[in-house]
Every structure is written in structure tokens, then in C-alpha cells.
């Protein structure tokens, strides 16, 4: 008989390794994402801030600065988020540089 050098296919992840390295691609990114409610309402959702930072103190300003409502959410896999009322993504995004927070290219705007 003739031996065939078949390849069973398996779970393979091509970003395993970019995550592992501190390749220039790799940084932690900030997502700012637009939720849409029901009619004209939406949410803004801010994820992966540093863990370091504090979130009440980050939402209290954000608050103050955008005159809207907003809290911050525990969740079991994304972690700590922080919900806007309305769209605030450019805003939010432009804060954050401001503060020094993040800088622009880590920070990815999501949505329409």
C-alpha cells in the first residue's frame, strides 16, 4: 500500500503568536463602540482601558464633560466597560487623547 501524508485539520489560530509578542501590531487597543437602543437612542460602550486606571473617576469626568448619563459594567469576559448614553465616540475617543490616557493609534472606533 501507498502511505499518503494526509493532514488532519485542526484549531488553528493565526494571531496565537502576535498576541504572545510585543510586535509593533500587538498593542492593547481601547474599542469605542455605538450600541443601538430602540428608536433614536444609542449606548457608547468604552472597553480594554488599563486596569490600573480608576473607572469611577474616568466615567465621573466623561459625565461632566459630555452632560450625559453613563455607569460602569462588570463583565465576566471583557471585564470592566463604561456605558454613555447617546453617540459619544468622537468624543470619547478625543478625551481620552487629551488625558493621555491612550494615544490615537490605540484607540478603535466602532460602528455605522
Do not use: W
Request: charged content about 30%.
Amino acid at each position: 500500500m501507498v502511505e499518503l501524508d494526509i493532514q488532519v485539520p485542526s484549531a488553528f489560530d493565526p494571531f496565537a503568536e502576535a498576541q504572545e509578542s510585543d510586535a509593533p501590531g500587538t498593542k492593547e487597543y481601547i474599542h469605542v463602540r455605538i450600541q443601538q437602543r430602540n428608536g433614536k437612542k444609542s449606548l457608547t460602550t468604552v472597553q480594554g482601558l488599563k486596569k490600573a486606571y480608576s473607572y469611577e473617576k474616568i466615567l465621573k469626568d466623561l459625565k461632566k464633560d459630555f452632560c450625559c448619563n453613563g455607569n460602569v459594567v462588570q463583565d465576566k469576559e471583557l471585564g470592566k466597560i463604561i456605558q454613555l448614553q447617546g453617540d459619544q465616540r468622537k468624543k470619547v475617543s478625543h478625551f481620552l487623547v487629551q488625558t493621555g490616557i491612550a494615544k490615537k493609534e490605540q484607540i478603535k472606533i466602532h460602528g455605522f
